[in-house]
């Protein structure tokens, strides 16, 4: 395959211009050809560039400084008719993507799911949005597809790695946009990423995968040297030869049960903070990209003392109330593939230590419970961004797209002392680089739930350092944060098990 790059063209183009513009480069007709990179360049007059690959005959006749040769890789794994069960406990992007990789090898794949299959999980996702009837097992947080499917779907990483792009081809595969592989800053969107999920969980039954979908799984089966037989479930006990947990950061009951079985399960450092919502114009107006269709987003990062950062940033979204416990106030952020709600938000969140808490579910659970009391409902509480600085509390400047309402609060009640001077210092720093950020911005929350408070520690091979053939993978175990470095992790956690089968099924 060739790879060509620096293919220019202005902005109003469309895929015949791309097209015809590589056969001028090649003086060759094409049948297909791939986009591999899209960027802008907008030094002067904005232009977007390509790089693309071609299969074509005869390369060496073609390539040059912009043209080289290029060999794909290959990374659909052998399949075998492995002769051992991998049970997957969640199915969120690590769940998903391991079951899709052990199904692909050819071992007998079963999942375990305690939330709902989307068409259901949504109508409780809804009935909370409006009615404020929270499912404890069906919403936001829990459920087909994890955490991401209500979410604007980013698709952003920083994890340079192969297995990436094989990614990107399964979601494209089960009806993502194309442009999800070569667009900076791709997202899906939580319209379309629902489609996408239950395409890929109804492929998945098609070959041969069980899914138990509102069945947690309760307990563990150890054998005497700890290795893992199997788990139970209200329903039943069902026997295994692996276990991958991708259990999210929200099964507090799961570590619970994982603790008690003596699982190996460590403190880890987490972040707590706010929404912050503004007019997405004003966001836009500070960026080239405003220019065209590409996302308005930024991200803002404050080293002080403790690390201030936008986190889970949602161009044109809202939003919305993440809890999954009763009588808890927990924000987060989705967007509609279409990103066109008028109104940026994204998380501000502080650096919390591990060594600030003796238990991370009890300290955010604290906090989440706080504001809850404070509430006397699940509206969200608020302030607008100039009055916290001052220590003012007016009505907001507008309302925010929360779905279920605010109660006007002083954050200055909700950080410790060092904290509030700290974020208070980045927010003027934030303004600094996004002017208007405080005197136009509201901040909506808490947010509490941006990564797991434990680390369920695993070895060189990704099992469970003191529990044999227990896998731990994805945001919940502490090695992973967004669906891209989640579904990685399930993948890395399936190779593991591929490229070690003989290895394994001997001991
Ligand atoms: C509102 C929101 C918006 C987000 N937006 C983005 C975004 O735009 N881009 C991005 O990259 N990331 C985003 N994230 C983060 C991203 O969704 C997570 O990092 C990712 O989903 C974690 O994947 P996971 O597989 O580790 O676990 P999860 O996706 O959390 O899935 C875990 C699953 O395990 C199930 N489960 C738990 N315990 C059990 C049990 N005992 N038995 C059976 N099942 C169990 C849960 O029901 C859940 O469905 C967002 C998160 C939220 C909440």
Redesign the pocket.
């Known amino acids: 395959m060739l790879l060509i790059s620096d293919i220019k063209l202005k902005i109003d183009h469309d895929e015949s211009d791309l097209r015809r513009k590589i056969e001028k480069i090649l003086h060759h007709k094409l049948n297909s050809f791939e986009i591999v990179k899209r960027s802008l360049d907008a030094r002067k007059e904005p232009l977007y560039v390509y790089t693309v690959l071609v299969d074509i005959a005869d390369e060496d006749r073609y390539l040059s400084r912009n043209i080289r040769k290029y060999h794909k890789p290959d990374l659909k794994p052998e399949y075998l008719k492995r002769n051992e069960t991998c049970i997957i ?8 993507f391991a079951a899709y990789r052990l199904m692909e090898a050819g071992y007998r794949v079963i999942v ?4 709902k299959r989307i068409k259901e999980r949504q109508k409780d996702v809804e009935r909370f949005f409006t009615d404020g009837i929270l499912d404890e ?1 069906s919403n ?18 920083r994890i340079k790695d192969p297995y990436i792009d094989y990614i990107l081809d399964i979601f494209i595969r089960h009806g993502a946009a194309k442009q999800i592989k070569y667009v900076n800053h791709a ?1 899906i969107g939580t319209d379309e990423v629902r489609k996408v999920i239950a395409d890929i969980t109804d492929y998945l039954v098609s070959k041969g995968v069980e899914f138990h979908f509102e ?4 307990d563990l089966l150890l054998s005497d040297d700890r290795t893992i037989k199997g788990v139970k ?1 209200a329903k039943d006990t069902y026997y295994c030869d692996h276990l991958l ?7 507090y ?2 570590v619970q ?1 994982l603790k008690e079985k003596g699982v190996f399960i460590e403190k880890k450092d987490i972040a707590v903070g706010f929404r912050v919502e503004h007019d997405q114009k004003l966001i836009d107006e500070r960026q080239t990209s405003s220019l065209i269709e590409e996302a308005n987003e930024y991200f803002l990062r404050y080293k002080g003392e403790k690390g201030v950062y936008s986190f ?1 940033m ?1 161009p044109g979204g809202m939003v ?1 109330p ?1 809890m999954s416990d009763n009588n808890t106030i927990v924000t ?3 967007s509609y593939a279409a990103r066109d709600s008028g109104v940026a938000n994204s998380a501000i969140l502080i650096q919390i230590t591990k060594d600030e808490f003796t238990d991370g579910y009890d300290y955010l659970h604290a906090l989440e419970n706080k504001a809850y009391a404070y509430s006397g409902s699940y509206k969200a509480l608020s302030q607008n961004i100039a009055d916290f600085i001052n220590g003012d509390l007016k009505e907001l400047i507008f309302p925010s797209t929360y779905p279920l309402g605010t109660v006007l609060y002083d954050f200055n009640n909700f950080f410790s002392a060092s904290d509030l001077q700290i974020i208070k210092e980045a927010l003027k720093d934030f303004d600094h680089k996004i002017p208007g950020f405080i005197a136009s911005g509201i901040m909506v929350g808490p947010e509490t ?1 941006s990564s797991s408070p434990v680390r369920i520690k695993r070895n060189a091979d990704y099992e469970s350092i003191n529990t044999p053939r227990l896998y731990p ?5 502490g090695y ?8 990685l ?2 993948i890395r956690i399936a190779n593991g098990l591929i490229f070690n089968y003989g290895k394994v099924s001997e001991n």
Do not use: W
């Open positions: 406990g969640g199915y969120g992007p690590s769940g998903i375990f799911e305690k939330g097992n936001v947080q829990f459920g087909e597809g994890g955490a991401g499917t209500f979410s604007d779907a980013k698709l952003t990483t997202h069945e947690e799984i309760s479930t947990l991708g259990i999210g950061h929200s099964a009951k799961t049960m889970c949602c919305i993440a987060n952020g989705m739930r993978m994805g945001e919940g175990a992973g944060g967004g669906i891209m470095s989640c579904a992790d399930g």
